[in-house]
């Protein structure tokens, strides 16, 4: 048989919610993924990611779909069932803006370590939304992986006045560790979004 | 680290000429949310990068049949259809056990979302969600109710053809795709922006045929739609990680 052509993308709407993230949203419907990524014993530095996601009127946007795949703190991706159920850590998360004060999107999570291949400890994101007829992909490194940033060829690969798009920014704070990243769709300061 | 273009996991590149563009000024959403800069290319693979990690518990038995999955005091109003097909990569191979999510208005055009302030009637016996995943050969099947058209602001009597959302990872992260399925001989197909942004002799990859085939007698209408994904551009040999 002759293979077809790529599926067309077409954009997730605003009404993505109860088939999604339903849980999140108080529908009745169980939810497959959420936006808690480690339990309290799973190994490494627990963390609060946390951010907005605005467009090209800087206003914060309420029904964005933000998912997240990332390695554990020894750079490791689980991938069984059995593996999630031993280390508490499931490497994916997925999550909406609308349920949270000012569109703010969050999960709770472990910092991810080096990846075997040696690129610096990363988040890859995944951000769909009424309006976007395509998923972005981008991508969330460390403020305090200075060291490791510098090394890291993704970043390399990326305009130095356009790197700060990328960068979490970390925030220490009696309940812990936050690290603060904000999208912006368009406008000054546009995130890097990755053609992958 | 290996370059993405030695990476014996590399994906076939997303196919930039069947995808609709970011920017399309008829769709008003676009506008203030589409990126004006070009993509970066991303100097790493992210074929090795699987789909997130779920059980195959993860969808139950009736996950898949919208006109079962939310009863609560009878049986959904509308046209029962048959929506099937199969998921496969871009080389034409299966993608097996996947997870395929969907979600759709209600016969009336209504979605259970808070937030849908459409004037039509909510069905307290459809919630309008269901997921599957694909067998080994990358079929699935959902049962549902044929959803309606419905209103949107876009423009003036803007209406929305009758569709159902589709979301899928495939294998890989990088084969994400979220999507929309329209119905054949819909005559809104041709005034939705949202459709019509996809490059013309690409479109009509949206739209499921109608199936005899799948139709079940005296029950309800069968739809076929497949899906193909970003697939795996060569094969890893054997004994590596």
Sequence with gaps: MTPAGQTPSQTVGPFFAYGLVPRQYGYELSSLFGAVLARPDTAGLAIRLTGQVFDGNNETIGDALIEIRQADAQGRYPGSTDEIAASGFSGFGRVGTGTLPGNAYEFRTVKPGVTPD???????????????????FTRIYFSDEEAANARDPVLDSVAPERRPTLIAQRIDEAGGVTYRFDIRMHGDHETVFFDV | MTSPEKSPFALSPRDWQSQPPYL????????ARAPRHALVPLKASLGELTQPVYGHDSASDIDHDLTRNALKNGEPIGERIIVTGRVLDDAGRPV??????????NAAGRYVHRTDQHDAPLDPNFLGAGRTLTDSQGRYRFVTIKPGAYPWGNHHNAWRPNHIHFSLFGLHFASRLVTQMYFPGDPLLELDPIYQCTPEGIRSRLVAGFSLDHTEPGRALGYEFDIVLRGARATPMQGQP
């Design chain 1, 118 to 136: 040696g690129q610096a400890p990363h988040i890859d994101v995944i951000v769909s939304m009424r309006g976007l007829l395509s998923h972005v």
């Design chain 2, 24 to 31: 399309h000024p008829p769709y008003k959403s676009s506008v």
């Design chain 2, 96 to 105: 097996p056990d996947t997870l395929v999510e969907i979600w759709q208005a």
